[in-house]
């Protein structure tokens, strides 16, 4: 099916299915890709580790982490 046809079927559905299928593809786009998940966290746990080695945050014992789980 070509992009065309596609439009021609979406134009052809009643204004709340429209609304839907607008909402699922704009939640889509604001998924990250594998690639980008991956870069994310790794940012993240680089964050979380030089605020450990600065001192900035306080890391939790064994004890504490298991009594909070």
Do not use: C, N
Not at 21 to 39: A, K, M, V, Y
């Amino acid at each position: 099916m070509s992009k065309a046809q596609l439009l021609e079927q979406i134009k052809a559905l009643p204004r709340e299915e429209k609304l839907e299928l607008l909402e699922d593809l704009l939640l889509s786009l604001e998924q990250p890709t594998p690639e980008e998940h991956g870069r994310l966290w790794a940012e993240e746990a680089m964050r979380r580790y030089q605020d450990l080695k600065s001192g900035k945050e306080k890391g939790l014992s064994y004890e504490e982490f298991m009594r909070d789980v």
